[in-house]
């Protein structure tokens, strides 16, 4: 089993910065990737980010358009997400998750499905005020 918990959410304006961070606990020695979800009031959850355990590439998706940035540290079992220039529209419940299972193709890409993730932290809100 692995344990997820994010933190850093909160309130910020538009074009402001937030930072969240994952802290992974239990058999991480078996995460493949990590990722960012993020849900919406009324809308489905959807893929923002994953980046691999081991090599530390990423994927993001197209709406990030660079203002969005994903990083881990293996040696504390951490993965951050640094998030530029928000939006009202990047107002969600921002996700963390963990896969266990090896791409099957695609490298990285393979994990923009919140399916090929094993493991979820509860979330954490982020509120974008325009």
């Known amino acids: 089993q692995v344990q997820l918990v994010e933190s850093g959410g909160g309130l910020v304006q538009a074009g402001g910065s937030l930072r969240l961070s994952c802290a992974a606990s239990g058999r991480t020695a078996s995460i493949q990737a990590m990722g960012w979800f993020r849900q919406a009031p009324g809308k489905e959850r959807e893929f923002v980010t994953a980046?691999?355990?081991?090599?530390?590439?990423?994927y993001y998706a197209d709406f990030i358009k660079g203002r969005f940035s994903v990083s881990r540290d293996n040696s504390k079992n951490m993965m951050y997400l640094q998030m530029n220039s928000l939006k009202p529209e990047d107002t969600a419940v921002y996700y963390c998750?963990?896969?266990?299972?090896?791409?099957?193709?695609?490298?990285?890409?393979?994990?923009?499905?919140?399916?090929?993730?094993?493991?979820w932290g509860q979330g954490t809100q982020v509120t974008v005020s325009s």
């Open positions: 998750a963990g896969a266990t299972r090896p791409p099957t193709y695609g490298g990285i890409t393979y994990y923009s499905r919140a399916s090929r993730f094993d493991y």
């Open positions: 980046i691999s355990w081991s090599t530390g590439s990423a």
